[in-house]
């Protein structure tokens, strides 16, 4: 199989509705923010964020990391698609169709 094959390729989505009615609930829901992030997650729509990985068990490596990154308390979901599935999403701004954005190629070194 191509190894940029994209049913290889895949994309990691991280969705999350996290408390935020205190100072320390905000400060939590900031930190996990700031760790995903910190793991190359970048910002879809708000609290929807995501990654590209070269590979499925790229991808499985920064879904553990989110599960460390969990806060107590709040919803978190997250999804894997393959670059073919996220290609063939279809975003709105208002009633005008807009292709997707992708994040910045990653550079891989052997």
Known sequence: MDRFSEY???WVMVFFDLP????LERKIAAKFRK???GDGFTMFQFSI??????SAENARVHINRVKNYLPSSGK???LC?????FGSMELFFGKKEKPPEYG???LELF
């Open 8 to 10: 290889r390729v895949m």
């Open 20 to 23: 935020t009615e205190t100072k």
């Open 35 to 37: 760790d995903i992030m």
């Open 49 to 54: 964020y995501i990654r590209h990985c070269a």
């Open 76 to 78: 978190v979901g997250i």
């Open 81 to 85: 698609v393959t670059d073919k599935q």
């Open 104 to 106: 910045g190629q990653q």
